[in-house]
């Protein structure tokens, strides 16, 4: 066991709560609850909130306008100490809002010792929690639209390229390569639907819950909440501080665009491997191995990959921290911050690496092509050709199968025995044509070039939208 911690003086270290206690935290109860290292990234938006707190106080006649004038000056001083690194931080220092309150009782004095009135680090720290999430969702939703924006810019460039269109990884039926890509378009567009609605429902003020309860001060919540720009303030002191049903879903709309990445990822691994064939890295966008020369590796795609797993696990790891707390404030939620911070950090890092490995790409459109040529992709367009003529499609499918069973077992050609069969002939055969058949997807939202023009036109609008709809 430790004795609690003394200064020079032999004087018990001060805490924010020293009046209530004979002595000083023990070394080991700092070491354990201290969350400074990762909580000053939220000290612009704990300077935000304080001075809004401030000028709440002075309206409220707690603070004379003098002293509103020091506390903000103070305030002042303390963002420049920590933007230019001048700012010492004290062992005690539990996290930025104990630092920046020091601090500012420092430099203010009397004034400055009343900065905490009618305040809590309770309502403090989900005030700048959600500011900073507010902020930085903003940030990861540009970043997606830019990603966006390449694949539609890549979608434009490809023309009427094809490739095959695979379901359980078999090939299936040719698609426009542009329809292909704007398929992870569409994905990331729900995505970015996900992060604003999101931000939309954070958008409130816990700013004057106090520590659970609000206060017997004539404070103005709603005033706090205007003055930093939120939509409303809490509507409950209670669930103002244990909330943080934000952090979760911020975290899960942050797995589910990880999850996306992931899989465009796993298909850039794919078609870049020789077995493909069908896409190549740009040497800025791949590494080489230490000792098989010839390697080129596609690690941004699989760290794409490997980070979902990582964000997904923030989030568990957020719920489960959540899932047995009572009401309200318990410091267990001083547990949120770590996981928020890195799934922003790595959905961010992900999003700009893929941005660039997907603008940087070179398509093998001849290699695509020819897989996606083989006769039997057409199989379904010679079923279709029956049903135009009044065969049901049941034997329809069932006839062509039999053919491509024929041609797969006797190997003769497809061509071949579509020609010769009386109600399919030349105008079968003609449907079996390289390129041919990703041009009978006409039905809107289908792989063929005629309702891609369409869906290009949609897509970019859809981006126009989200773009103003970020902000
Ligand atoms: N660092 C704490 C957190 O992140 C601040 C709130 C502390 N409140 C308290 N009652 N100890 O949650």
């Not at 921290?321 to 911050?337: C, F, H, I, V």
């Not at 367009?381 to 199968?401: C, M, S």
């Amino acid at each position: 066991m430790q004795r609690g911690r003394r200064d020079d003086r032999g004087a018990p270290v001060s805490t924010l709560w020293h009046g209530r206690f004979e002595g000083g935290p023990a070394a080991d109860l700092l070491a354990f609850t201290v969350s400074l290292d990762y909580d000053r990234r939220l000290a612009a938006d704990d300077l935000a909130g304080s001075r809004a707190h401030v000028r709440g106080l002075g309206r409220a006649g707690l603070l004379t306008d003098d002293e509103v004038g020091v506390v903000l000056a103070a305030l002042d001083r303390v963002e420049d100490e920590l933007r230019s690194g001048s700012f010492t931080f004290e062992p005690t220092d539990e996290d930025i809002h104990t630092a920046i309150e020091r601090r500012v009782t420092a430099l203010a004095g009397p004034a400055g010792a009343k900065l905490h009135t009618g305040r809590s680090r309770n309502d403090q720290v989900a005030t700048d929690l959600r500011l900073w999430t507010k902020r930085e969702l903003t940030e990861v939703a540009r970043r997606v639209v830019a990603l966006q924006r390449t694949l539609l810019d890549r979608a434009g460039e490809v023309g009427p390229a094809y490739l095959p269109g695979y379901t359980h990884l078999q090939r299936a039926q040719p698609v426009a390569l542009a329809h292909h890509l704007l398929a992870h378009g569409w994905a990331l567009a729900r995505d970015v639907d996900r992060l604003v609605d999101c931000r939309r429902r954070l958008d409130v003020s816990p700013l004057g819950a106090g520590a659970l309860a609000g206060s017997s001060l004539p404070l103005d919540p709603d005033a706090t909440a205007d003055d930093l720009g939120f939509a409303g303030r809490f509507e409950n002191s209670l669930d103002a501080v244990s909330d943080r049903d934000f952090v979760a879903e911020a975290l899960f709309a942050l797995s589910l665009l990880a999850v996306h990445l992931s899989r465009m990822g796993e298909e850039i691994i794919l078609w870049s491997t020789d077995e493909f064939g069908f896409a190549r890295l740009d040497d800025a966008y791949a590494t080489g191995s230490s000792m098989l020369p010839q390697k080129k590796n596609p690690d941004i795609a699989e760290l794409a990959r490997g980070k979902a797993g990582r964000v997904i696990g923030d989030l568990t790891g957020v719920l489960a921290t959540l899932k047995g707390l009572p009401l309200s404030y318990n410091r267990d939620l001083q547990e949120d911050k770590e996981p928020l911070f890195d799934a922003v950090d790595q959905v961010s890092l992900a999003l700009t690496a893929m941005s660039g490995l997907y603008g940087s790409l070179t398509f093998d459109v001849e290699r695509m092509q020819q897989a996606a040529d083989s006769p039997y992709a057409a199989a379904i367009d010679l079923a279709e050709l029956l049903v135009e003529q009044g065969t049901p499609f049941r034997d329809a499918h069932a006839l062509v199968g039999a053919l491509v069973r024929d041609s797969l077992e006797r190997h003769v050609p497809l061509a071949e025995l579509v020609e010769a069969h009386p109600d399919l002939g030349a105008a079968g055969a003609a449907l079996l044509e390289p390129g041919h058949p990703v041009t009978r997807r006409t039905t809107p939202g289908g792989a063929g070039p005629t309702p891609l023009v369409a869906q290009l036109d949609r897509f970019t609008r859809r981006l126009d939208a989200d773009a103003e709809r970020i902000g």
